[in-house]
């Protein structure tokens, strides 16, 4: 049993005498994605608007504006569960996926017109699956972390930044541009080890493109 019960499977019996690396990789993502997800069992838009440990984070969310963006290496839904009330209506974030359907510009159109800030995700999210070379956003539900589902999440290893590179690629392309935007700049709670070199070189070597801006 994985994370309260999220992946409970029954034993398989002997080990395996050869591992299939691949099935084992999709199994981990699964794992890292139960263990991202358990602690917001239960959590809802409107349990997390009166619980007292989700009101700093409602208040921060209520100061963002418009033409903001949330660039986050998170693959946990904290962020789409965050609604604060702003005014007679409740504030939220549009999430950037990378689909180029219709309904995706559709949500898009309605997030601009809505004023909503944007949160880009650029390691995935425990909602979002991938198949044959795409990534699909979902409904959050545990059947995501089931068999044969894969999670569309970078995890930690040798694939993390092809995951980047490829799968999250629009997204990477679209973060560094809102940074080379961007008036000011807000760090919370985030650094980058040497180990991380793919968003070292991508984010932060853009010295002479962000003259003039402001880092808080």
């Given at each position: 049993?994985?994370?309260?019960g999220?992946m409970?499977?029954?034993?398989s019996?002997?080990?395996?005498k050869s591992l299939d690396?691949?099935?084992?990789?999709r199994?981990?993502?699964r794992?890292?994605?139960a263990?991202c997800?358990?602690?917001?069992e239960?959590?809802?838009e409107?349990?997390a608007?009166k619980?007292e440990r989700?009101q700093?984070?409602?208040r921060?969310?209520?100061?963002?504006?418009?033409?903001d963006?949330?660039?986050?290496f998170?693959?946990?839904?904290?962020?789409?569960?965050?609604s604060?009330?702003?005014?007679?209506s409740?504030w939220g974030?549009?999430?950037?996926?990378?689909?180029?359907?219709?309904?995706d510009?559709d949500?898009?159109?309605?997030?601009?017109?809505a004023?909503?800030?944007?949160l880009?995700k650029?390691h995935g999210?425990?909602d979002?699956?991938e198949a044959?070379?795409?990534?699909?956003?979902?409904e959050?539900?545990?059947d995501?972390l089931?068999?044969?589902?894969v999670?569309a999440?970078?995890t930690?290893g040798?694939l993390?930044m092809?995951?980047a590179?490829?799968?999250?690629?629009?997204?990477w392309?679209?973060?560094?541009?809102?940074?080379?935007d961007?008036?000011?700049?807000?760090?919370l709670?985030?650094?980058?080890p040497?180990?991380d070199?793919?968003p070292?070189?991508?984010?932060?070597?853009?010295?002479?493109?962000?003259?003039?801006?402001r880092?808080?």
């Open positions: 049993p994985v994370s309260g999220y409970n499977q029954p034993p019996g002997d080990t395996p690396l691949k099935e084992f990789r199994c981990a993502k794992v890292v994605a263990s997800s358990a602690f917001l239960g959590v809802t409107e349990k608007r619980r989700w700093p984070y409602q921060w969310l209520a100061l963002l504006r418009p033409n963006t949330i660039i986050s998170n693959y946990d839904r904290v962020l789409e569960l965050l604060p009330k702003v005014g007679s409740h974030v549009h999430v950037e996926g990378l689909g180029r359907t219709a309904e510009q949500a898009a159109d309605e997030a601009r017109l004023g909503l800030p944007t880009l650029l999210s425990v979002w699956t044959d070379g795409a990534v699909t956003r979902h959050w539900s545990r995501l089931r068999k044969p589902t999670p999440i970078a930690p040798p993390k092809q995951m590179q490829e799968f999250f690629r629009d997204l392309s679209r973060a560094r541009k809102r940074l080379m961007a008036q000011e700049i807000y760090v709670g985030f650094g980058f040497p180990s070199a793919h070292r070189e991508q984010l932060l070597n853009l010295n002479e493109m962000l003259a003039g801006f880092m808080f």
